[in-house]
């Protein structure tokens, strides 16, 4: 079993930047691909980011590239989102996820493990 807590949400005006944090207890970490998801509020919930059991293995909603990234700490059991140049669509709840597969899912069925989420609220 894998509990997982994100912290880092907040306020911030939009151009600003955040950084998210999931830190994982129970489990092998490493072993797990990690993503980041957001749900805003009256949508379906989407991929942010995901990264592999593997280094260099990730994979970005096409909306958050080259402003999102993703990264881990295997050591200190650990996934980052850092979210630069940040918009007021970017507002919603960002939970991060485990899943038992080496690939970057992409997809909420692929993961196992959910955390209760974080709120980031931009505005304009």
């Known amino acids: 079993q894998v509990q997982l807590v994100e912290s880092g949400g907040g306020l911030v005006q939009a151009g600003g930047s955040l950084r998210l944090s999931c830190v994982a207890s129970?489990?092998?970490?490493?072993?797990?691909?990690m993503g980041w998801f957001r749900q805003a509020p009256g949508k379906e919930r989407e991929l942010v980011a995901a990264y592999g059991r593997s280094t260099g293995t990730v994979s970005y909603a096409n909306s958050v590239k080259d402003r999102f990234t993703i990264s881990r700490d295997n050591a200190k059991r650990t996934a980052y989102l850092q979210m630069n140049s940040l918009k007021p669509e970017d507002t919603a709840i960002y939970s991060c996820?485990?899943?038992?597969?080496?690939?970057?899912?992409?997809?909420?069925?692929?993961?196992?493990?959910w955390g209760q989420g974080t709120q980031v609220t931009v505005s304009s």
């Open positions: 129970g489990g092998t970490f490493s072993s797990y691909a």
């Open positions: 996820a485990a899943a038992g597969t080496w690939y970057p899912a992409r997809y909420p069925r692929d993961y196992d493990y």
